[in-house]
């Protein structure tokens, strides 16, 4: 075989989500609001005495910086997508960028639960009228930002390139954990948020002072759920577990169907929101090409990357006899 001629078998590896450049600019966009909502925050909470609010201008300022580190995950996993020192493209830098962002987020809420603790035992004067007009604004920005990072993908049209791509049933592979621990820190703002306006309004006219501390807890406590079940999906992907057994069902269905092949060997990882990835070890006692398998599976669930290895049943035994399935991949 000539050099030259490998090339239409070669294929790039890029896996990011079909609204990569979308989300990216959406991410920067919330960077910047919650960059000036921090700002406001922290010097009104300092002048005015509240713990709510100032708790909640410096948690914005984690929250910024664990927005930045989403933003550039985008721009890190778009400019290296094509870089061949990752085996699988960078489709899973969001994932990391998502788990760094849960880590952060379980920080801010065990610093709020400690701060609104010490203010239950030691609490202070608060300006009232001028806090609750602050904690508003920042409210107002917080769900301007979590409504523009909860924008529904756009329509979109694939084409086939020789890959084997998403149907209508593959919108889960579409999930982007990184846009997800973005709206879930801009979500704890505007829960803090709301909660330092209720504490606010309960001290101002029902002299409950201590509502902001005991709000302060509430809120940390419901942040910290958050961050715990983003840990465990973007965990789970950077560990390559599998979360739905659906689509290797799918598979194993559109195979094994009424053509006695069988798959004696089957893995299913995510590579990113653009979709998943699947390596077949497939028995046959009248094997086809690969090609002729990869079409069974065209537009399923989300695959991006299908990798077949074809074993023929040299011995003459069906493949639909039980025994045969037993035995490890790659072996007759």
Sequence with gaps: MHTHSIEKWKHEHVFLGREHARNERRVRFVVALTLAMMVAEIVAGTVYGSLALLADGWHMA?????????????????????????????GKVGELAGFTSAVILAGIASIIGFESIVRLWQPSAIRFDEAILVACVGLAVNLASAALLNQKPEAHHDHDEGHVHAGDDGDHAQHDHNLRAAYLHVMADALTSVLAIAALLAGKHLDLVWMDAACGLLGAAVILSWSFRLLRGTGAALLDVETDSRLPTQIRGRIEHGNGDKLADLHVWRVGPG???????????DPRAPDHYKALLHGLGGLAH???????????????DPRLETLPAGRE
């Design 275 to 285: 979709g998943f990835a699947a390596i077949l070890s497939i028995v046959s006692d």
């Design 62 to 90: 984690t929250h910024a910086g664990a927005l930045t580190i989403s933003a550039a995950a985008y721009a890190f996993a778009r400019r290296r997508a094509r870089d061949s020192r990752f085996v699988f493209g960078t």
């Design 306 to 320: 299908v990798t077949v290895e074809v074993q023929p049943c040299a011995d003459g035994r069906s493949p639909r």
